[in-house]
């Protein structure tokens, strides 16, 4: 539906209406002279219904060589359409352009908030248990800073913390087991 198309209209159908079915008198053809057509696209000339026009037209000597005449072209878009297109573009564009960095924005967020979250799983310290032992070890210490130069006062410190190193040693063994 949408294809253009036109129609072109000869002078001798031009003289056929207007002389309204009366006879044509044969006239003595004057040499015409050429009226160079244009080959690029020519303008569209609205036709005209109105009956003085074509009697305003020189009837003795003939017709002169008229180009041919086209339907009328609906005529452009105005240039405010075409401004009003560009900009609605022009307003669509920077809409997907928010949405894009709105977008970005989110995702940027998620992407930190799983690194932060791998980095921390990864490079999380092992549940520390308490050091088993360590009021004996204490003990231990305490005493030999306290006695320097006679180290056997502290030998039934030294035997309970012996004790319970081999405890703990005997209950890990038992669990790998």
Known sequence: MGESFTIQLSSNLVR????????????????????????????????S??????????????WPLQPP??????????????LDSIKSLLQDSQDVMERLQKREENMLQEVTQRAKALHDEEFKLPHRKPMPCLKENDECFKCYKEHPKDALKCADLVKDYADCARRVRQQLNAAEN
């Not at 219904?49 to 003939?62: I, Y």
Request: net charge positive.
């Open 69 to 82: 005449m086209y339907l009328p072209v609906p005529p452009p878009k105005s240039e405010n359409a075409e």
């Open 49 to 62: 219904n109105d009956s003085e026009t074509f009697k305003s037209l020189p009837s003795a000597g003939g």
């Open 16 to 47: 056929n209406l207007l002389d309204d079915g009366e006879k044509v008198k044969k006239k003595t053809k004057k040499p015409k002279s050429k009226i160079p057509r244009e080959t690029k696209n020519p303008q569209p000339k609205q036709l």
